[in-house]
């Protein structure tokens, strides 16, 4: 049982530059969050999708697109990146409607934009 | 919207000793609270959680209370070890629903051997 996978696991990108994190889940779970963390700040929500369909803004968007794929993937697109999106990136999943809220993180995407 | 604020932000102990991370929430409403300990270069991990009809658990060295008047909850880690050494966050959230939790910033836990 693999959790929640997330590729790349470091990048480096140049001003301007596009690319696309990836993240996938074999628990059959139904939501599924993009969370961004820099030091000092904690964990701040990116986008997430409660559902297979649904996407939805959180506290830092801009900059940023998602798609969920399918229920088991749902990709980050920066399509500008810029310096100020460096930082490391996780993927969460989660069943609502379980007796469980706890989310299983990914192991994180290391990006650096120069 | 719910506001969560966590202390200390660094905390170090002697191996051995008790550890103690607090948290407070804004919202009322909030009836879930877990706390996630995050090992370096990992992702956060899920290590215990508590409802609000509940005002202790414990699992093992660690526990966790809820003070639901004063909008409280406290993480206890007993005879710590070095392989407790990481950054916990506490959260505090609505269950069911979008199910958007509220994270603390986090304390960095040191524990010297």
């Known amino acids: 049982n693999a959790g929640v996978t997330q590729t790349p696991k470091f990048q480096v990108l140049k001003t301007g530059q596009s690319m696309t994190l990836q993240c996938a889940q074999d628990m059959n779970h139904n939501s599924m969050y993009w969370y961004r963390q820099d030091p000092g700040m904690g964990l701040r929500l990116i986008y997430y999708?409660?559902?297979?369909?649904?996407?939805d803004k959180g506290e830092v968007p801009n900059g940023y697109n998602v798609s969920r794929l399918n229920k088991r993937e749902f990709s980050l697109r920066l399509e500008s990146a810029a310096p100020s999106q460096t930082s490391v990136y996780f993927c969460a999943s989660i069943t609502t409607g379980s007796s469980n809220y706890g989310y299983t993180f990914g192991s994180g995407t290391r990006l650096t934009v120069v | 919207g719910e506001n969560v604020e966590q202390h200390p932000s660094t905390l170090s102990v002697q191996e051995g000793d008790s550890a103690v991370i607090k948290c407070t929430y804004s919202?009322?409403?909030?009836?879930?609270f877990p706390w996630y300990k995050q090992e370096l270069g990992k992702g956060p991990q899920l290590i215990i959680d508590?409802?609000?009809?509940?005002g202790e658990k414990k699992d093992q060295r660690i526990a966790v209370t809820l003070n639901k008047t004063a909008k409280h909850f406290s993480l206890h880690i007993t005879e710590t070890q070095p392989e407790d050494s990481a950054v916990y966050f506490c959260a505090a959230s609505i269950s069911g629903g979008s199910y958007i939790p509220t994270f603390g910033r986090g304390t960095s836990l040191i524990v010297h051997p």
């Open positions: 919202d009322s409403a909030s009836n879930y």
């Open positions: 999708s409660a559902s297979e369909g649904t996407t």
């Open positions: 508590i409802r609000s009809n509940v």
